[in-house]
């Protein structure tokens, strides 16, 4: 819906007024004071093709530009300055192996060096600035994805075809590397050998070792012939900094009252386009919305408001809600939020439990936009 008009200017016509709406708070349209496009993400249903999929496997806006030169290393963590060195002369022998045709991988020599690199290291110290940046230095065909954006695309795809697109890359980038049930674990664990034999570069980022992923979502020990796969394909590189076990969490803007959203909405968003919702509807939404959908949900929000924002209490509907805390992170879309703060969206059990590591990442990017939408901080 569309909120009309600047100060002064005459009421539109009764025909009109049912489709344009007026912003929540304005008493008639005569005092519309703004130029704002409301949508609502609740009623918004995406569709997303193969194609649209395959083609989607770059990085994000947040990270469209970055580069090694752009990654400023914390110098008293020295490990971090190790990580740039180490990913550069990787980047450099990215597609170094190709030509020689069939009879050479038959019969060539084969190389001793592991086909991946892993990151390793707590949120906040540049993991996936790093990753991009190797993206964006080597040599294409290449993708970049989060890790349930592959495990979708096997979903869409079929897992044979996924190889068969993916095999003929040199680069493939996984971010946020994580386990959360035996079947994406032998899943991963194949797609990960496969790709490898077929001399595809592998990168990823995890904030968990590769030989204890899966550990606290489920029987790990029964999966570890898999997991020790996964570990096989990788050379690990520390990336140290601090932790958010260390830090805690960052403190969230305290959230506006229902009253205040309404002013805060004009003054933010003035001829810019907001996805308004109840917070309890969106959940319930989210749960018919494949999360594969989620990046093409937000495509043309510039912000969004959310009313009562409360605390969740449902595993399922918690990891739901973390893939659209990501997927509005990647794209830079900040946050006006009336109910309880950020730091209490999800339960203390769930903070303690084995997803904690996702919780805290969602938390401490929910707050960032939080404060971009409220304080005008960067994110």
């Known amino acids: 819906m569309l909120a009309h008009g600047m100060a002064g200017s005459k009421a539109m016509p009764a025909g009109r007024a049912a489709n344009a709406g007026i912003l929540a708070g304005d008493k008639s349209p005569a005092e519309w004071t703004t130029l704002v496009q409301i949508e609502k993400l609740a009623t918004r249903t995406p569709a ?24 400023r290393p914390d110098p008293k ?79 869409a795809l079929s897992f044979r075809k996924t190889v068969d697109a993916l095999s003929s890359y040199k680069l493939v980038c996984i971010d946020e590397f994580e386990l959360d049930d035996p079947g994406d674990t032998v899943l991963m ?114 912000g969004v408001v959310w009313r009562d924002v409360e605390t969740i209490t449902e595993q399922a509907v918690a990891l739901r809600f973390v893939v659209l805390a990501d997927r509005l992170y990647d794209k830079d879309v900040p946050i006006l939020a009336s109910g309880v703060p950020f730091d209490k969206l999800f339960t203390e059990e769930m903070m303690n439990g084995g997803y904690m590591k996702k919780y805290f990442r969602a938390v401490s990017r929910l707050t960032a936009l939080a404060r971009e939408g409220q304080n005008h901080e960067p994110s």
Do not use: C
């Not at 193969?50 to 090694?68: H, I």
């Not at 190790?82 to 060539?108: E, H, I, P, S, T």
């Not at 520390?238 to 960052?250: A, C, K, N, S």
């Not at 909405?265 to 989620?294: C, N, Q, W």
């Open 189 to 302: 664990s194949r797609l990960m050998r496969e790709l490898a034999d077929a001399g595809v570069k592998l990168a990823a980022t995890s904030n968990t070792l590769p030989g204890s992923l899966g550990d606290g979502r489920f029987a790990a020990v029964d999966f570890q012939r898999e997991i020790q796969v996964l570990a096989d394909q990788f050379d690990v590189i520390r990336v140290d900094g601090e932790d958010f076990r260390h830090r805690g969490l960052p403190a969230a803007p305290a959230p506006l009252r229902n009253s205040e959203l309404h002013a805060h909405m004009k003054a933010e968003f003035d001829g810019k386009t907001v996805a308004e919702d109840d917070f309890s509807t969106l959940i319930s939404h989210l749960a018919g919305v494949h999360p594969s959908r989620y990046r093409k949900l937000l495509d043309g929000v510039d």
């Open 48 to 71: 997303v093709s193969v194609d649209e999929l395959l083609k989607g496997f770059y990085p994000s806006p947040r990270f469209g530009q970055v580069s090694f030169a752009s990654y």
């Open 77 to 155: 963590q020295p490990s971090q300055a190790a990580a740039v060195n180490a990913l550069q002369a990787f980047a450099g022998g990215v597609g170094a192996g190709d030509g020689g045709g069939l009879f050479k991988k038959l019969f060539g020599k084969k190389d001793a060096t592991r086909a991946g690199i892993y990151l390793d290291g707590g949120f906040g110290v540049g993991k996936t600035h790093l990753l991009a940046s190797l993206w964006h230095a080597a040599p294409g065909p290449k993708a970049f994805g989060t890790f349930v954006e592959y495990t979708n695309l096997v979903g």
